[in-house]
């Protein structure tokens, strides 16, 4: 089994920033594609940034110049650092992460999604 535990959401002042943190843990033995996606209320989930474990990034473009996506292999964690954030960013971001497991599996996996505010 793997968890994906987000962290690092909170309210932000427009304009300010904001660094998400994606913990893997689990029977793990690697870790595929990653990425990042946010829901607002009344709308559908939508991608934010997603990594690849070659390295090769795509953003959304609201989140292009704004956002960076990165990650840590050797702590299984990813990160979003979020900047010049706008009230339009608000929503639910959630982490997810192709993972092979212990046992020979490939699950794709979530995180239970961390609140992102931006409001003056």
């Known amino acids: 089994q793997v968890h994906l535990v987000e962290s690092g959401g909170g309210l932000v002042q427009p304009g300010g920033s904001l660094g998400l943190s994606c913990a893997v843990s689990?029977?793990?033995?690697?870790?595929?594609?990653m990425g990042w996606y946010r829901q607002a209320p009344g709308k559908q989930r939508e991608m934010v940034a997603t990594l690849t474990s070659g390295g090769r990034t795509n953003y959304a473009e609201s989140a292009k110049g704004r956002f960076t996506i990165s990650r840590d292999n050797a702590k299984n964690t990813m990160y979003l650092q979020m900047n010049n954030l706008q009230p339009e960013d608000t929503a639910a971001y959630y982490c997810n992460a192709l993972i092979t497991t212990a046992w020979g599996m490939t699950t794709n996996a979530w995180g239970q999604g961390t609140q992102v505010t931006v409001s003056s």
């Open positions: 689990g029977s793990i033995i690697s870790i595929n594609d």
